[in-house]
């Protein structure tokens, strides 16, 4: 077997036959490099020597990773949705949506460390834990759930606390909806439009009517109707993925207390009846189908 040398593009390129395939690399980008893959496989750093704790560690990180990427595309949507432009908001919200599945299912993983596995190396946890998680009380704050108290976990890392106290004092995903609403001529309380962005939302029953207004006439308000579904998704699929948290939770430690000092089942139980977009769910209740065909009752076809 022989290597072929040569220079594309001024960097030194390389080519050998291998199974039957030519293949091509060079000392520019390498796979490695582009991915940091010595970094990121190098970042497992159990605090234990129980063979279950790489499970927890990995799953955690993988979660992490996932939450950075619907953190960047949440963003990207937003921009979208500031410049009116529905249809690549649409685009990254179904990108979001298909993580969200992923993360969903991801928690089977975990659900397979048993009681006994976990308690192999709960105890050398101390108080890490997952309520710790900047990306998720910033993605939280980002969807909506404006809550000043949980920041002070963030209290000792000042870059971090910056960062999240930013996006708690910004208008949130749902609000730059309401503001494209108010754009398109929905009459939005101003209370809705100018406040104190780091307050929780408090539900309108303007805002309701407003959505009421483009799903009884889904041909006139077709983008916003479908932008209003993609928004559905968002909270539903975050919802089932708190749920699957909760239940997998359960499994492991049952009703124990949180590393962390949370209530654990119980917290996370709690976490089950926040909203995002409190409009888009209440509206639903006051939908009517409209009246058609026969009197079915009298046994007419229908």
């Known amino acids: 077997m022989s290597i072929r040398r040569f220079v594309e593009d001024g960097v030194e390129?390389?080519?050998?036959?291998?199974?039957?395939?030519?293949?091509?690399?060079?000392?520019?980008?390498?796979?490695a490099r582009h991915l940091q893959t010595e970094k990121l496989l190098s970042a497992q750093v159990p605090v234990t020597d129980k063979p279950d704790e790489m499970l927890f560690v990995i799953m955690h990180q993988t979660m992490e990773l996932w939450l950075k990427l619907v953190l960047h595309e949440a963003r990207i949507a937003v921009a979208a949705i500031q410049a009116d432009d529905l249809g690549h908001a649409g685009k990254t919200?179904?990108?979001?949506?298909?993580?969200?599945?992923h993360m969903i299912?991801?928690?089977?993983?975990?659900a397979t460390l048993t009681p006994h596995d976990f308690l192999t190396f709960r105890g050398y946890l101390r108080k890490a834990s997952g309520f710790?998680?900047?990306?998720?009380?910033e993605l939280e704050y980002l969807l909506?759930?404006?809550?000043?108290d949980l920041l002070l976990v963030h209290a000792d890392d000042a870059e971090t606390h910056a960062r999240l106290s930013a996006v708690l004092h910004?208008?949130?995903?749902?609000d730059e909806v309401l503001k494209l609403l108010a754009r398109r001529g929905f009459a939005i309380p101003a209370s809705h439009l100018e406040r104190d962005w780091s307050r929780p939302y408090e539900a309108s029953e303007a805002v309701e009517d407003a959505w009421l207004a483009v799903y009884s006439d889904v041909e006139q308000y077709w983008d916003l109707y479908m932008l209003a579904e993609k928004v559905t998704a968002l909270e539903y699929y975050f919802q089932e993925w708190r749920f699957k948290h909760m239940k997998t939770v359960a499994?492991?430690?049952g009703q124990k207390q949180g590393t962390g000092g949370s209530a654990g089942v119980n917290y996370l139980v709690k976490a089950l009846n926040l909203s995002f977009f409190p409009e888009?769910?209440?509206?639903r209740t006051r939908m009517v189908a409209p009246k058609a065909g026969g009197n079915y009752a009298d046994g007419g076809a229908p």
């Open 251 to 253: 499994r492991v430690i």
């Open 280 to 283: 888009l769910w209440a509206m």
């Open 170 to 174: 910004a208008p949130s995903f749902y």
């Open 93 to 101: 919200l179904d990108r979001i949506a298909t993580i969200q599945r």
């Open 132 to 137: 710790q998680s900047h990306q998720y009380r």
């Open 144 to 148: 909506g759930n404006k809550r000043e």
């Open 105 to 110: 299912h991801s928690w089977e993983v975990l």
């Open 13 to 31: 390129s390389f080519e050998a036959e291998i199974d039957g395939e030519m293949i091509q690399w060079d000392k520019g980008l390498s796979y």
